[in-house]
């Protein structure tokens, strides 16, 4: 049976070493991977499993200072995560566009946050196409909370593991079946 690891720095699937891969399926992370719902006055983080098959929401940190302050902020997070014993692999972060795929002036500022970020972290940095992620994180809130305040609490959170669980469900979906998925290009 020819059973695949991830190398963490990369999520490329390398070679086991001796140790046993028996009840891991095939082709699988090692790591975590990081998603960030980047919004004009909250950012919203969520994290997958060390499988990279679930994604689920984790917290909302505050949008404060310019976007220098801001990319700093980040990578403080990522450079925590990366330390814990999970480590972490890669970030997503959301790319947003209108509905038509047009880019607008946050797309702009979410590329030049994504290229800071790349720069200071050394994690490797992908964007995924966010649109309609907050309506769709809103809709998954709503089933298990009516009131739209208590639901915007978590909202920022949810859209990230929306955002998340759409780039892991794309990897899976090229590792796996199509030799491509439109959701991994952003």
């Not at 890669?90 to 038509?100: E, Q, S």
Request: glycine share 8%; hydrophobic share 35%; proline share 6%.
């Amino acid at each position: 049976m020819n059973q695949h690891l991830s190398n963490p720095r990369t999520l490329e699937p390398v070679e086991p070493s001796d140790r046993s891969t028996r009840s891991r399926p095939d082709k699988v992370f090692t790591v975590r991977v990081l998603g960030i719902d980047y919004g004009n006055r909250r950012i919203g983080l969520a994290l997958s499993d060390a499988t990279g098959l679930l994604a689920r929401p984790w917290k909302t940190i505050p949008r404060e200072g310019n976007p220098s302050q801001v990319a700093a902020a980040l990578e403080a997070e990522i450079v925590a995560l990366a330390g814990e014993d999970d480590g972490l692999g890669a970030v997503v972060m959301g790319l947003p566009r209108r509905l038509n795929g047009e880019e607008h002036e946050q797309t702009r500022a979410v590329r030049g946050l994504a290229e800071q970020l790349r720069r200071l972290s050394g994690v490797p940095l992908h964007l995924q196409d966010e649109r309609l992620s907050s309506h769709e994180a809103d809709m998954l809130l709503a089933r298990r909370e009516k009131d739209w305040r208590k639901r915007k609490a978590a909202l920022d959170a949810a859209a990230a593991a929306v955002i998340l669980q759409d780039f892991l469900d794309g990897r899976n979906v090229t590792r796996t079946g199509p030799e491509s998925d439109p959701r991994d290009t952003a």
